[in-house]
């Protein structure tokens, strides 16, 4: 079997990891088991999402914003270079 530079084999560390995975899913059932848990997590996953819709909202402005300025800018160079020197 395959081991890493702490000696565990790769086996036993991903055996390891499910537990950690299988009890971290059924800590979560017991939770949500509850229906007040359900709606308190409903609750803050509606607040995240609208939340997150915002800030969505203001990249996009952002980005738009910094997409115009841009374009104004390389409108302004091309002008400057298209323009012929006085020799």
Do not use: C, H, W, Y
């Amino acid at each position: 079997m395959a081991e890493n530079k702490n000696g565990i084999g790769v086996g036993a560390a991903a055996g390891l990891i499910g537990a950690v995975i299988g009890a971290a899913a059924g800590a979560a059932a017991v939770v949500l088991s509850d229906d007040k848990n359900r709606l308190k997590v409903q609750k803050a996953a509606d607040k995240l999402q609208k939340v997150g819709g915002k800030r969505l909202d203001e990249l996009k402005k952002m980005a738009q914003k910094f997409l115009k300025e841009a374009e104004e800018e390389k409108g302004k160079t091309q002008k400057r270079l298209s323009k012929p020197k006085k020799s």
